[in-house]
């Protein structure tokens, strides 16, 4: 079912999907410390898209990055109970956003999460204005943010709505959801 074109994000402001994370260029060898945040975006088997976002540390991963990690991993294991065929996506994003604010986190100000198909992002957007209802079978990607006063963390992974909630497309495919860091 093709649903209807619509536009997220304030009035005469950039679409949420068009926000800068800082991005900058680093030309010398990664080094003890470093964080890196890596996004993969991909099209699998027939061209289906999926997200995957990861944190590698260098050395080790400093205790504020781990806090904003467990606060994120939380937030999206709570996105993905609370996306139930019949409901909007703002119910979800709704008690996501109260589980962050009790840690001390701001609640999202992006798009939490999209529906993936042949596009990399289609509706239902996990925004508070989205009027579509979800549907078992949908294929959504859930990448929520937790930002703590020292650290930000945000993963991405793709989901299939089911009756009792949104469950992993796909296996951990190189990590158990924890920070992975490199000696």
Known sequence: MALPSRRFGR?????YGQGSWGNTRVRRTFREGDIINILIESSAAGGYWYDLRRFICIGSAPN??????????????????????GLVPGVALEAS?????SRGCP??????????????VERPVVRPEETARLQAGMVISLHPTAKTKHA???????????ESGAVPLYGNLFDD???????
């Open 11 to 15: 009035a005469g402001g950039p679409h």
């Open 64 to 85: 504020e990055l781990q806090d904003a990690h467990a606060i994120v991993k939380e937030a999206r294991n709570i996105l993905a109970a609370n996306l139930k065929p």
């Open 97 to 101: 956003d109260q589980f962050l604010k």
């Open 107 to 120: 609640p999202e100000s992006r798009v939490a999460g999209h529906g993936q198909g042949l596009d990399l």
């Open 152 to 162: 930000a963390a945000s993963l991405a992974d793709t989901y299939v709505i089911g």
């Open 177 to 183: 959801n924890e920070l992975f860091v490199v000696s």
